[in-house]
């Protein structure tokens, strides 16, 4: 019979711009306050991309750091990159595109727009093709240069996203390591709750699409504080394990209050949680990355540690996954 794949997560990298944009920064810029900030969102600071940064460079940096970890070899023969991304740098050609070539890699390249859970997405689709020995190694990338996209006059929206970026190889790994299971979600009912407008100014059933980012905050939360502890036990179910089983909860930083909102609801000790949207704000595709990346460093991912990435966003759109770490 024939040898069944396991597709897993061999290397990581992230990169955050070194500019900062603090509370205090935006006090400036806007009629907001730093108690108002951190106390409705545990957002201190972000990372702000330069002049001349943006989501191709900064995932350009992402991969570098993966490289500095793990190796040029980490990277060899990569024969897709899928760059998860909700500000990049052109409709088209794809930001992907920019990073295959300045690696010089012989690899298809493709953006994947779902928002903030693209690079759950990313990664199943990454899962797929190894799965199926149609692809063997593949780059899942989610970078953000936001800020750039921001309208600073609109207290409402602005203040909650940073920039950034995280990388991950996907390709085989030992047996019982690797992708367990995964959830994918959409709810295009929540249209109109979340977005930045490109070509259209209405959806199909007539809304019409503000100019710029819009959000409703209140809708965003009571979605985020639902789907988040009801995908982490779909996805769980999906892989016949139980909250017991999980080492780390990898959310998307979005808001510390929908985390620990999640968090609690599931009953899951925090100690096992990562929360670092107090550094990053909300990164978007590249919170998880950037999150598991910090996590990495800080010794808290060990090889057969289980665990669970959860996120939501605009569409209204959300995605969970199953991962047993498969490297030292
Ligand atoms: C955005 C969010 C922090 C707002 O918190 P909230 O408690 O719902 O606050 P409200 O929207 O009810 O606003 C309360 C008041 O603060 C004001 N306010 C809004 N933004 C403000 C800001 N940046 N600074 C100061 N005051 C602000 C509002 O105008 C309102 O004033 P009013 O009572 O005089 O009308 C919260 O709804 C949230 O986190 N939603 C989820 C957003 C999210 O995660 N989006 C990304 C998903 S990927």
């Known amino acids: 019979m024939e040898k069944k794949i396991t597709a897993g997560i061999t290397a990581i990298g992230s990169y955050a711009p070194e500019k900062l944009l603090s509370n205090f920064d935006l006090e400036k810029m806007m009629d907001t306050n730093d108690e108002w900030i951190r106390s409705r969102t545990g957002i201190e600071t972000r990372h702000m991309a330069a002049d001349g940064e943006f989501a191709s460079t900064i995932a350009i940096r992402s991969v570098e750091d993966l490289v500095k970890r793990f190796g040029k070899k ?3 023969g990569v024969d897709l990159v899928i760059l998860a991304t909700s500000s990049p740098d052109a409709l088209f050609p794809a930001t992907a595109s920019l990073v295959q070539s300045h690696f010089d890699l012989e690899a298809g390249a493709f953006d994947l727009l779902i928002a903030c859970p693209g690079w759950i997405y990313g990664l199943s689709v990454a899962q797929a093709y190894v799965e199926s020995g149609l692809l063997k190694k593949i780059l899942v990338i989610g970078t953000e240069a936001l800020t750039k996209l921001m309208d600073y006059s609109d207290r409402n929206i602005s203040i909650l996203f940073g920039d950034g970026a995280g990388a991950a190889v996907v390709e085989a790994v030992e047996a019982g390591y690797g992708f367990k299971s995964f959830i994918l979600g ?4 929540g249209a109109k709750h979340l977005g930045i407008r490109a070509a259209a100014d209405q959806f199909p059933d007539g809304t019409p699409i503000p100019d710029g980012p819009f959000m409703n905050g209140r809708e965003v939360f009571k979605f985020a504080v639902r789907i988040m502890p009801n995908a982490t036990l779909d996805v769980l179910k999906k892989a016949d394990m139980s ?5 780390l909860f990898v959310p998307h930083q979005a808001n510390s209050r929908i985390v620990t909102a999640a968090a609690d609801k599931l009953g899951i000790d925090h100690e096992k ?5 107090n550094e990053y704000g909300n990164t978007s595709t590249a919170s998880i990355p950037l ?4 996590a990495y460093d800080a010794g808290k991912v060990k090889k057969g540690d289980n665990l669970v990435f959860v996120s939501f966003g605009a569409g209204l759109s959300w995605a969970a996954m199953v991962l047993t770490w498969s490297t030292d």
Do not use: H, K, R, T
């Open 273 to 277: 949680m990562i929360l670092v949207v």
């Open 243 to 247: 909250l017991d089983d999980i080492d």
């Open 291 to 294: 999150a598991l990346a910090d």
């Open 186 to 189: 959409s709810d295009g009912n």
């Open 74 to 76: 980490a990277i060899e």
